[in-house]
């Protein structure tokens, strides 16, 4: 067994969504202070690096992270290479052998720096939502910061994703990860009443 750590870094040099509330971590009580241990602080974006979105944080009825069904983020994954190309659309999917997988991982490696922001990024059909529906698919996942254009206010995949019942996975490192069959493991943290989560995203071959 392998496990592939798809997990961005979270520290001072991620890049947070324009305008959202940047990674800082840092040591508020030391050893010497409390005279045993250190002890961190956190400020982040429910938002930043590797992370899923709640249906809350389109849909205002949607569910919250606290009541996602947790067999969303633990299920068999299809890779998806999908390089090079600026819109994915349901046709360029249909010889793809999705076999046991419940979600899809797509990588584009649009996303080259992780330290800034990109201002483009690939985008996605929605007729690519009836292709899971079609293949029983219930998580969709990508290694960039949206399943949008980075300038849309409609968001067209986050609602059409939503409307099917299918959830959404953004921010994975598929940089060394090969087209196949894995486990994903992406679980979120149980955040009452919030919009998205930061996860400790693997994939594990077997």
């Known amino acids: 067994m392998k496990i592939h750590d798809i997990s961005m870094l979270l520290n ?5 969504w324009p305008g959202d509330t940047p990674f800082q971590f840092q ?3 030391s050893k010497e202070q409390s005279g045993s241990v250190n002890v961190g602080q956190i ?9 899923i979105d709640a249906p809350f944080h389109f849909d205002n ?4 992270v606290h009541e996602l069904p947790l067999e969303n983020y633990i299920l068999e994954a299809v890779v998806v290479d999908v390089r090079g190309k600026s819109e994915v659309s349901q046709e360029m999917l249909r010889n ?19 330290s800034e922001f990109p201002e483009e990024i690939p985008l996605f059909n929605v007729d ?15 290694d960039l910061p ?29 940089d060394d990860i090969q087209e196949g069959i894995y486990k994903l493991i992406a679980l979120p943290l149980k955040i009452e009443g919030a919009d998205g989560s930061p996860v400790r995203a693997v994939l594990i071959e077997e």
Do not use: C
């Open 146 to 174: 949206s399943v949008d254009a980075i300038t849309s206010k409609e968001l067209p995949m986050h609602h059409a994703l939503g409307e099917a019942g299918r959830y959404i996975l953004e921010g994975i490192d598929l």
């Open 128 to 142: 690519v939502v009836e292709w899971m529906i079609e293949n029983n698919l219930v998580l969709f996942g990508v």
């Open 96 to 114: 793809v052998q999705v076999g046991p997988a419940k979600a899809v991982l797509f990588k584009t490696s649009a996303w080259q720096n992780r």
């Open 27 to 29: 040591i508020s009580w």
């Open 43 to 51: 400020t982040t974006s429910t938002h930043v690096g590797t992370h």
């Open 12 to 16: 001072k040099e991620s890049a947070e």
């Open 61 to 64: 009825e949607g569910l919250k």
